[in-house]
């Protein structure tokens, strides 16, 4: 391994594990970005094909830095020549491309109907045609983007996948070599998308017999096959290994061991229980995409719990580092963890693409998931500086049911609950017009708290979701947000430990400036507080790194611990208008100054307190009858 190669890697040790960062991090421990499955053969540099069945893998031709594939027999439509696609007789004229002369239709398979599809897709690729997906399919493993591309699904075509990507995504856009600008995708739409994730496969539970610095060996259940795990990453559940990715590169049948990317932490002892698997995004874009166009569709079934590392993957629609005018307009989502994920950071990648993400949601339905939104833009070494060209999300008019546990993160301590909205050292965010509601059963009954690992990041925890909104950043606007459902709090100020959110180079949120929350409104019970900071002093966000103004109306005789959290009696850059829309009392404070004049609602009369504007005999000045 090269000094490059190897400061790379320790750049990953310290960073989370992201879409883009994963297919990175295999570039650089030289597993190819193909081959879900094991004993599927290495592909050389410069012969890479995108899409990553061994049966279609061994069957199909493989270019020189050309991902165009002859299809499989089940293609069909205008451009089928002897069960191949021939290009030539698909028109260049961008004016033809919406003809109804202009389509490739993709048939089903026996049983794994990826090659057909991503033939279908580059073929189409140019403007030369839309890919009609008109029934159910199959595909096992990742399917990949290219440049002026139109899918359009018709309802009810959902297509399935039963297989592990390579990247992270199971549609993606990540070029092998991402140095180029050729590696650049932009202009794709993806038409009334039907996605399901239900046959995604489960991680597998193995045993360690021993290990060293940088391999395992497991007890006899785990497979006799050499290579039968090479690929798939490795999770200690003790939480003794935590906040690494450990990808196999080798395995021996004989001997049930295998060879890590990456060295222990601490060698897991005998007994300790290790998942193998992967984690996935139904879509997931980075390092080098412009204008890609989400329009409708119905994406399903995508289990936050199947994912290894935990905590990471399950996401709907992922747009990660790299992204620029990505837009999602109408889409359900059905048992998807996390629907809506953007991450945007400082720097540039080796192609000339920003690390960026701009990104906007809107008229967004989705039901029983984890996070409902999810904002990032983690960076172990540095804090949010509002830098727009870092980040920009709008999210505009989202509904939603039984939404904000993300209980699934292995971790070594800090556990913790999360929000129905999550901000992990998120940017320049602009969400408006929010609604929904959580069962009473959820997530307490159903479906419940872990009870298979300790280290899982809500093992043992109870009760409510942890909070309306969760986490930190800078530059954060929320307009018109109504809850209805039991919550611990409506607002935490506090890092997003559940979904992979450390906290930057201290572990304690900083830089969360210039917030404006309005119109947030929450009716059941809050057990602790309207507004929360972390109860660790060393993970505590200082006073003087929190300004702004929340707006937050609540039933006051619900909210059984006080009206803020008791350690933010030096917090004075918040100003807080809480109001009990039940009992008809509104009260206008910092924390301080809330905390100092009682903390309840029954502190003060009806009408409007502002704690903010003094009487003249100094008692502060009530607005309204006594």
């Not at 039991?486 to 180079?505: F, I, K, Q, S």
């Not at 969360?512 to 900071?533: A, M, P, Q, T």
Request: charged share 20%; glycine share 12%; hydrophobic share 35%.
């Amino acid at each position: 391994m090269s000094t490059a190669q190897f400061k790379t890697l320790l750049m990953f040790f310290k960073s989370p594990i992201t879409f883009a960062s994963l297919g990175a991090f295999l570039c650089v421990i030289g597993l190819p970005l193909g081959g879900e499955y094991a004993g599927v053969s290495v592909t050389p540099p410069g012969k890479h094909i995108r899409e990553h069945n061994p049966f279609v893998a061994a069957k199909l031709p493989v270019f020189e830095n050309d991902d165009r594939i002859a299809a499989p027999t089940r293609v069909a439509g205008d451009a089928l020549v002897n069960g191949s696609i021939d290009v030539s007789q698909l028109a260049s004229d961008s004016t033809l491309k919406y003809r109804a002369t202009q389509t490739i239709r993709v048939l089903r398979d026996a049983n794994n109907d990826s090659g057909a599809i991503q033939a279908a897709w580059n073929a189409a690729s140019g403007n030369r045609a839309i890919v009609l997906m008109a029934e159910s399919l199959r595909s096992r493993g990742q399917l990949t983007l290219e440049s002026d591309l139109h899918v359009r699904w018709t309802n009810g075509a959902y297509t399935y996948f039963d297989g592990f990507s390579k990247t992270g995504s199971l549609i993606q856009n990540l070029d092998p070599d991402s140095s180029s600008r050729g590696s650049i995708i932009s202009n794709v739409t993806l038409e009334n998308p039907q996605l399901d994730g239900a046959l995604y496969p489960s991680p597998i539970e193995l045993e360690v017999l021993s290990a060293t610095d940088n391999t395992v060996t497991f007890t006899s259940s785990a497979s006799a096959e050499d290579d039968f795990y090479v690929g798939l990453c490795l999770e200690d559940t003790s939480g003794a290994n935590s906040g690494r990715l450990r990808v196999i590169t080798r395995y021996e049948g004989s001997t049930r061991t295998a060879t890590l990317s990456t060295v222990w932490s601490r060698n897991p002892p005998a007994k300790t229980k290790i998942l193998a698997g992967w984690n996935d995004n139904l879509i997931g874009v980075a390092a080098g995409v412009d204008d890609l166009r989400i329009e409708g569709g119905s994406m399903r079934n995508l289990a936050g719990e199947k994912m290894v590392p935990s905590g990471t993957g399950g996401k709907g629609v992922n747009g990660e580092q790299g992204v620029t005018d990505l837009s999602v307009f109408g889409t359900e989502f059905e048992g998807v963890y996390n629907p809506l994920f953007a991450q945007g950071v400082d720097g540039t990648f080796a192609n000339g693409e920003r690390k960026r993400a701009f990104v906007q949601w809107e008229n967004i339905y989705a039901r029983n998931g984890g996070s409902l939104l999810t904002v990032a833009g983690i960076n172990p070494a540095v804090d949010p500086n509002g830098d727009t060209d870092d980040s920009m999300v709008i999210a505009i008019n989202i509904e939603y049911e039984n939404f904000g546990h993300s209980p699934h993160r292995i971790v070594g301590g800090d556990r913790q609950k999360s929000g129905i909205i999550n901000f992990l050292e998120a940017q320049n965010v602009s969400i408006s017009n929010v609604r929904g509601h959580n069962d009473p059963g959820y997530p307490a009954t159903l479906p419940g708290y872990p009870t298979d690992y300790r280290a899982r990041v809500g093992y043992g925890l109870t009760g409510s979701i942890g909070a309306l909104i969760w986490g930190w950043g800078r530059n954060l606007k929320v307009d018109g947000f109504v809850h209805d459902g039991d919550v611990d709090n409506v607002v935490v100020v506090r890092r997003g430990r559940a979904l992979g959110d450390d906290a930057g180079p201290t572990g304690a949120p900083q830089n969360c400036l210039d917030w404006s929350f309005k119109g947030i409104e929450h009716h059941g019970v809050i057990n602790e507080y309207i507004v929360r900071i972390d109860p660790n002093p060393a993970l505590r966000i200082d006073p003087t790194e929190l300004t702004g103004e929340m707006e937050i109306a609540v039933d006051g005789s619900s909210v059984i611990g006080g009206l803020v959290d008791p350690s933010m009696t030096s917090f004075t850059g918040l100003t807080l208008t809480l109001r009990d829309h039940v009992g008809g009392k509104t009260v206008i404070g910092t924390p301080q100054q809330v905390l100092a004049t009682g903390n309840t609602f029954a502190s003060y009369g009806s009408g409007v307190t502002d704690l903010r504007v003094k009487s003249p005999r100094g008692r502060r000045r009530g607005i309204g009858p006594e």
